[in-house]
């Protein structure tokens, strides 16, 4: 598999929605939010303050990741979205995308990266994945999503 990687276009729209609805850890409402900011990327670009780039395989989109610098913060940077198609999930293109992500984070003086996530089990293979990133808890937040589900705050120091 050879993954190319590049900045989302407003013709990918429709395949990074549809890989978002069928990711199970999204629910609804969360893809109603990175659709809000992918609309966000589409009419300002980075001025929006998120960046959006595409993993294609064979010219297919097959993923993406969203990550921007923190707002009132020097060298502070997110990683807010990463979903990948199911049936190409577990080939390195979440890797790829965050090895991306990373390189070009540190090629702009970025100190570390934060990630936020879900304590279900749901995540877990989410988790499995920063955490052999070399990303670590560094706050979980009980009941912050809903009764039972804490947020963990992830962080990566470049």
């Known amino acids: 598999m050879t993954v190319k990687i590049r900045p989302m276009s407003p013709a990918d729209k429709p395949t990074l929605l549809r890989i978002l609805n069928n990711t199970p850890e999204f629910k609804p409402y969360e893809v109603t939010v990175a659709e809000d900011?992918?609309?966000?990327?589409?009419?300002?670009?980075?001025?929006?303050?998120?960046?959006?780039?595409?993993?294609?395989?064979?010219?297919?989109?097959?993923?993406y990741i969203c990550y921007?610098?923190?707002?009132?913060?020097?060298g502070t940077w997110n990683i807010y979205w990463i979903a990948i198609n199911g049936v190409n999930r577990r080939k390195g293109i979440g890797k790829a995308l965050s090895d991306f992500?990373?390189?070009?984070?540190?090629?702009?003086?970025?100190?570390h990266i934060f990630i936020e996530t879900s304590s279900v089990p749901l995540y877990e293979n989410t988790r499995r994945f920063y955490l052999a990133r070399g990303y670590e808890v560094i706050c979980r937040i009980p009941d912050f999503y809903a009764p039972g589900d804490d947020k963990l705050i992830l962080q990566k120091k470049l």
């Open 37 to 63: 900011v992918i609309n966000d990327y589409l009419a300002d670009g980075e001025k929006s303050g998120y960046i959006i780039q595409v993993a294609e395989d064979n010219s297919e989109v097959v993923g």
């Open 101 to 111: 992500a990373e390189t070009a984070i540190k090629q702009v003086n970025g100190r």
């Open 68 to 74: 921007g610098e923190t707002p009132c913060t020097v």
